[in-house]
């Protein structure tokens, strides 16, 4: 029953203020027809007072003139009194019924207008006249006094609207405090540790899953809107600023982004550079493609009425706020390093992310008011555009500038063969090519010139060519030409084995086979020329067999033996230190060398 009661009352309250507001509507709508009639009015009498035809003019005619005015501002004196019916309504919390609240606010301001409006022309047009019937000594007094009346009737609304200006702007004062308070009560950090489940695959976020339902982004907007018609916008809009950018920073706390507090100085030594790269790509996506997101479609739906100018300067705020800026500054750290080959790679993996995000910075930062993100922005696409081409150009010559270096002493594959292979793999893997592809084109017409399909393999069959003839020289450096022939085995059986790569691919089966080839060449050379010389140690020749004293004694076999025995320790010491690098290669070098000297013994 007392819930019934409660509902009844408030039935009757929003009854009662709807027809006071339907009241006051239709008296200014009244008074604003009154006041334009009085215009007109005033204006055909004013004509009939200049100065030209005051003798022409008759006591008659300024009659019926005075008596319009008055008229006219008995009117105006009516919706000043039908003002002081709103002050309960806008002295009240705006939060019970704030879209009545609003349109009230709206009601005093238009009626505000019109009255400082036209009690200005009004006090003018009567003094011009007070002064005018002055001066012809009109002996009826009346009405001069109801001119005097009028007035200070007038002057008296005049320091109403001003008063009641003052309760305006309260009433703005309390639609500031409902707009803090709606988007501090709404305003939860989003989960993103969550959104990063799918491995950097998540889509936008939907019309859905915005943070604020569409009932609140509407009175947000409205109060916006309200504010924004007197000149009062900015302070709404540091409101919104500092509570979306505070609740964007609470959002990344969830988030390990300790590697973009890394010292410029020390970044130079930080281990698992790639590692690092990785979670930036990552938290990158994830703060574009869901924390942006949400407040750029916050910001357009709060301010969109309002002017681009208003929600794009709202968002370029909270964008900075987010710590976008730092993300960027952290690639061009790793941009400004010096050119290394792993600095490549990093490059690409930088490329690769903002290359993925393009659309979504074009989208979102656009306009002056986003002038300083795009400006980074470009600046970290240059640097990465150009480092990465200029590390690319120059691997050849970097390759080159490593012949004068020493080859490994124990004759296996030196770790620049190694890695050079490896890297080029990568290069030329899913992984880092499109990027690369994309970065030399862009780079190219940067310059002005043209892109030639497969100028990233002609570069990679260039930088392999660099390392064969780095091979060449270094096996010329080998004292022992025993450790060269071994040396030459183990590179010409790495190249080999790259069958079945990328790299391998690309240089073809022929190119292949050629080192299949060389590599069974060398290794006969170094079984030849190193196990080779000890066969005739144990071999008893055929032409002593053959002779009348073709018996092979004991002690002489047991010099044979004394003798293969040290010289065969003299080798393996020799060649204890020496490294066959792959295993099914030094499994069938001792096969061959077991069975030589096997057979030549029996």
Sequence with gaps: MESKENLEAIRKYLTTSLETSIAIASALDESGSRLELLNHRCLSLQASLRPISMQKCSFVDIYHGIDSVLCSATAVLKVFDSLHQLEDSLLT????????????????????????????????????????????????????????????????????????????????????????????????????????????????????????????????????????????????????????????????????LSYLEIPTGEFESVQGMESYIDQWGSHLELVVKQLLEVEYRLSTNVFEKIGPEAWMGCFAKIAIESGVLSFIRFGRVV?????????????????????????????????EACEEIRTVTKDLINKVVNGASEIFWQLPAQVKLQRPSSPPPDGSVPRLVSFVTDYCNQLLGDAYRPHLTQVLEIHLSWREEAYEEGVVFTQIYNIIKEVAVNLDAWSKAYEDITLSYLFMMNNHCHFYNLRGTVLGNMMGDSWLRAHEQYKDYYAALYLKNSWGNLQPILVVQNDILSSSEGKVTSQDLGRRLTAFNIAFEERYKNQSNWVISDEILRENVCKHLVEAQVEEAW
């Design 335 to 367: 941009a400004e390093r010096k050119n290394d080959p792993f600095k490549l790679l990093n490059l690409l993996s930088i490329f690769k992310v903002l290359n993925g995000l393009r659309l979504k910075f074009n989208q979102f930062f656009r306009g």
């Design 93 to 256: 919390d705006p939060t019970s019924d704030l879209c009545t609240y609003i349109s009230d606010t709206k009601k005093l301001e238009e009626a505000l207008k019109l009255l400082t409006d036209n009690c200005r022309f009004a006090v003018g047009w009567l003094k011009s006249v007070f002064e005018f019937l002055q001066d012809k000594a009109i002996t009826n007094e009346v009405y001069l006094l109801n001119i005097k009346k009028s007035l200070r009737i007038l002057h008296v609304i005049e320091e109403g609207a001003r008063h009641d200006g003052g309760l305006l702007s309260t009433a703005f004062d309390k639609l500031e405090i409902v707009f803090h308070r709606l988007l501090m009560a709404n305003s939860m950090p989003l989960p993103l540790v969550s959104l990063t489940s799918h491995n950097g695959h998540q889509g936008s976020i939907t019309t859905q899953s915005l943070p604020l339902p569409g009932s609140l982004t509407r009175k947000l907007h409205a109060i916006a809107e309200r504010l924004n018609a007197n000149n009062r916008l900015d302070k709404c809009q540091s409101l919104y600023v500092e509570v979306r950018g505070m609740n964007a920073r609470r959002s990344l706390k969830t988030l390990d």
